[in-house]
């Protein structure tokens, strides 16, 4: 009876050891060939270089026409993103990023722009730069996107100054770069935005920033707000950063436009349509250092801001401005931006001081002056000249006047300008207006469909919707102090849209 219990443990040990041996031999002959073919190493490299969708890639996306054989994979393999498993995408794509192809650009091609370029590179790395006498860019022609080609050494990112959050982004861009420098490719593709999506804060520019990114053919930077030039550039968040490194955060997208690669069957020649923007909505009315900007020392009121900056290096730029109701603006940056104790009797009482110290600072100062500083000179009941820091943002209300700057220098066909109220009634209408101002090609009813089900982003939160409206006095006290200025950017654009009234 022993002998027979043996035997049976002996068969079952003898059943289980094979079983195990032939499901090792399985799992190896299935892991080795894709080692072998580096497909592995390519997913994890494409997964940290760039996370996509199906949104985002096409099933019917163009092989590289120059693969080789090894690199051919069949279709319909499985491929993991970070959240998302997608079948029937072609492996190419994910080989493109470390192969030279015919999406590369030709290398005597490429050593002219480094040339063209070579002093506006040098000094675009410095920290310091007065962008008015930066040498003027020579963008390369068959790109929808302003970009050019610039020559890197190893280790492209080693002095940038990095946060915490980007640290990730610029590892992965340094193996990329890195594997292309050991190929010899010893130049890359650099972009600035096509567009920059201008507003106030409280006025939808996050939402709309990624519900545009939603379409196949717009790239992300590594983020949505650098504020460079009106921030970063000036180090007023804790360092400098040159303008080489703004464009830094651009360097994954320009990736994906390089690649972006089509025939124009009219010209027969190879066009690049995907774009990248910045939706930092500072850069439309955030001056507060335009005192020691190059050539406004010693004035009162600026004459050199953001648009002279930027119209030098993008004088074709496009710009969407988002804008909103100003009173309800005003109460929404309260609402989102107040630490302290918050309530509808706070927010009357700062709203009144601020009126007050504005209109006494116009009495006294140009106009001007009064808006694009955050600390100003007024006066108190005595006569004796103070100095007011806001508590309430009031003079970013002002929109005319920003507005009227931007267009002292730029094209007003080059804005767009939009109001929240109108995406709330009809976000796809709105949506498509842009995509043709932008000469975009329209979403399929799938991506509408993508873009139906998107949430809003930076919507109030759940303690300040249960606090409740402003009072009805301060609605009144705020539509009558930005009434002035909302008719005269009525008179100004020649629109009638902009006649806000408050209902409370």
């Given at each position: 009876?022993?002998?027979?219990?043996?035997?049976?443990?002996w068969?079952?040990?003898?059943?289980?050891?094979?079983?195990?041996?032939l499901?090792?031999?399985l799992?190896?002959?299935s892991v080795?060939?894709?080692?072998?073919?580096?497909?592995?190493?390519y997913?994890?490299?494409?997964r940290?270089v760039?996370?996509?969708?199906?949104f985002?890639i096409?099933?019917?996306?163009?092989?590289?026409?120059?693969?080789?054989p090894?690199?051919n994979?069949?279709?319909?393999?499985?491929?993991w993103?970070d959240n998302?498993r997608?079948?029937d995408?072609?492996?190419?794509?994910?080989?493109?990023?470390?192969?030279n192809s015919?999406r590369?650009?030709?290398?005597?091609?490429?050593i002219?722009?480094?040339?063209?370029?070579?002093?506006?590179?040098?000094?675009?790395?410095?920290k310091?730069?007065?962008?008015?006498?930066?040498?003027?860019?020579?963008?390369?022609?068959?790109?929808?996107?302003?970009?050019?080609?610039?020559?890197?050494?190893?280790?492209?990112?080693v002095?940038?100054?990095?946060t915490?959050?980007?640290r990730?982004y610029?590892q992965s861009?340094?193996?990329?770069?890195?594997?292309?420098y050991?190929?010899?490719?010893r130049?890359?593709?650099?972009c600035?935005?096509?567009?920059?999506?201008?507003g106030?804060?409280?006025?939808?520019?996050?939402?709309?920033?990624?519900?545009?990114?939603?379409?196949?053919?717009?790239?992300?930077?590594i983020?949505k707000?650098?504020?460079?030039w009106?921030?970063?550039?000036?180090?007023r968040?804790?360092?400098?950063?040159?303008?080489?490194?703004?464009?830094?955060?651009?360097?994954r997208a320009?990736?994906?436009?390089?690649?972006?690669s089509?025939?124009?069957?009219?010209?027969?020649?190879?066009?690049?349509n995907?774009?990248t923007?910045d939706?930092?909505?500072?850069?439309?009315?955030d001056n507060?250092?335009w005192?020691?900007y190059?050539g406004?020392?010693?004035?009162?009121?600026?004459f050199?801001?953001?648009?002279?900056?930027?119209?030098?290096?993008?004088?074709?730029?496009k710009?969407?401005?988002?804008?909103?109701?100003?009173?309800l603006?005003?109460?929404?940056?309260?609402?989102?931006?107040?630490?302290?104790?918050?309530?509808?009797?706070d927010?009357h009482?700062?709203?009144?001081?601020?009126?007050?110290?504005?209109?006494?600072?116009?009495?006294h100062?140009p106009?001007?002056?009064?808006?694009?500083?955050?600390t100003?000179?007024?006066?108190?009941?005595?006569?004796?000249m103070?100095?007011?820091?806001?508590?309430?943002?009031?003079?970013?209300?002002l929109?005319?006047?920003?507005?009227?700057?931007?267009?002292?220098?730029?094209?007003k066909?080059?804005?767009?300008?939009?109001?929240?109220?109108e995406r709330?009634?009809?976000?796809k209408?709105?949506?498509e207006?842009?995509?043709?101002?932008?000469?975009?090609?329209?979403?399929?009813?799938?991506e509408?469909?993508?873009l139906?089900?998107?949430?809003?982003?930076?919507?109030?939160?759940?303690e300040?919707?249960?606090m409740?409206?402003?009072f009805?006095?301060?609605?009144?006290?705020?539509?009558?102090?930005?009434?002035?200025y909302?008719d005269?950017?009525?008179e100004?654009?020649d629109?009638?849209?902009?006649?806000?009234?408050?209902?409370?």
């Amino acid at each position: 009876m022993v002998l027979r219990h043996i035997s049976t443990c002996w068969r079952i040990l003898v059943v289980s050891g094979i079983s195990l041996v032939l499901l090792t031999c399985l799992f190896v002959l299935s892991v080795i060939p894709n080692v072998r073919r580096g497909r592995l190493k390519y997913v994890a490299d494409y997964r940290r270089v760039r996370h996509r969708t199906a949104f985002d890639i096409p099933s019917n996306w163009d092989p590289d026409l120059n693969a080789t054989p090894d690199n051919n994979y069949s279709r319909g393999e499985e491929v993991w993103t970070d959240n998302f498993r997608r079948k029937d995408i072609n492996s190419t794509l994910l080989l493109n990023l470390y192969k030279n192809s015919s999406r590369e650009i030709q290398e005597e091609v490429g050593i002219a722009q480094v040339k063209k370029n070579a002093n506006f590179t040098f000094m675009s790395h410095k920290k310091y730069v007065d962008i008015l006498k930066l040498p003027k860019i020579e963008f390369l022609p068959g790109y929808k996107n302003p970009c050019w080609v610039e020559a890197f050494k190893k280790d492209p990112y080693v002095n940038a100054a990095k946060t915490t959050s980007q640290r990730r982004y610029y590892q992965s861009m340094t193996e990329y770069y890195n594997h292309r420098y050991l190929q010899n490719i010893r130049f890359r593709l650099r972009c600035l935005p096509y567009y920059y999506i201008l507003g106030q804060p409280k006025c939808g520019t996050t939402d709309l920033y990624l519900k545009l990114n939603l379409h196949p053919d717009f790239e992300k930077g590594i983020v949505k707000e650098p504020h460079w030039w009106t921030r970063q550039r000036y180090g007023r968040n804790g360092w400098t950063q040159s303008l080489a490194e703004y464009v830094n955060v651009f360097d994954r997208a320009s990736v994906e436009i390089q690649r972006s690669s089509k025939i124009d069957n009219t010209t027969l020649q190879i066009v690049r349509n995907k774009i990248t923007g910045d939706a930092s909505a500072s850069t439309l009315w955030d001056n507060a250092h335009w005192d020691s900007y190059h050539g406004n020392a010693g004035r009162e009121d600026p004459f050199y801001l953001t648009p002279q900056f930027l119209h030098h290096l993008q004088p074709d730029a496009k710009f969407i401005v988002s804008l909103r109701n100003p009173t309800l603006r005003l109460y929404s940056d309260y609402l989102f931006f107040s630490s302290a104790e918050k309530s509808a009797k706070d927010f009357h009482a700062k709203v009144v001081k601020a009126i007050d110290a504005f209109k006494t600072c116009t009495k006294h100062f140009p106009e001007r002056a009064c808006v694009y500083n955050s600390t100003f000179a007024t006066y108190d009941d005595g006569g004796e000249m103070t100095y007011y820091t806001e508590s309430v943002r009031l003079r970013i209300g002002l929109y005319v006047v920003f507005i009227r700057d931007w267009l002292a220098v730029f094209k007003k066909k080059q804005f767009m300008i939009i109001k929240l109220e109108e995406r709330s009634e009809n976000d796809k209408g709105v949506i498509e207006k842009i995509l043709d101002f932008l000469e975009m090609r329209q979403l399929t009813p799938l991506e509408e469909q993508v873009l139906a089900v998107q949430a809003h982003a930076n919507t109030r939160r759940k303690e300040d919707v249960e606090m409740g409206p402003m009072f009805e006095s301060t609605a009144k006290l705020l539509d009558d102090f930005y009434k002035p200025y909302n008719d005269q950017l009525i008179e100004l654009l020649d629109d009638a849209r902009f006649n806000w009234t408050t209902h409370i």
